[in-house]
């Protein structure tokens, strides 16, 4: 396995379609550098959701996601299944989002092989709104089966996978209904990952470009 160490992470975006997607798709990596580089910038947005118990949900489980950083959620109210439908609506608001963290390291946002299509229309757009960013696209598990190969994988610290499950779990009562939501299904992955990568638990991402300077210049 080739590992690359980038430099310094001082700020990220991280874009959700909905509330609880940053968490399952990226919350292990988000809480891992959260807690190495207290006082790292977190722009988040999330598409779905705001206004009701799934916004109270969103803000309190991404505090506890993002342990000691500056964190900023905006959360709006595109009805769930809909993100096709409200394009103009969500360009906007990542160019808006774009005009307050115009630089960041690194992006967190869906992949654009997710079989859903709020995940999907939003991964499209991002790549025409921070053209030049190192954008990692996460992987969320679900009956449709859409889980790729992906090509990037951050191992995770002892205990880390283990404390995502439990912030899942805790902060999302709303999901736990749900037959792919439970503490089997999100450390299967993590494993499957960490297998994949030679570390016991990792989450995995899908980059689309990537440039490497290899002389240091």
Sequence with gaps: MIGLRPGRVNRIVALGAHCDDIAIGAGASLHALCAARPGLRVD???LS?????REAEERQALAAFCPGADLRLTVLKIPDGRVPAHWDEVKNALEDLRGRAPDPDLVFSPWT??????HRGLAELVPTVWRGHLILGYEIV????DLGRPSVYIPLPDGVAETK???LQAHYPSQRHRPWYDAEAFLGLARIRGIECGARYAEAFHVTKLAIDLAGG
């Design 49 to 53: 959701g705001g206004g009701g118990d």
């Design 165 to 167: 499950v439990l912030l």
């Design 113 to 118: 092989g997710d079989a859903h299509q709020d």
């Design 44 to 46: 988040a947005l999330v």
């Design 142 to 145: 679900k009956w449709d089966g």
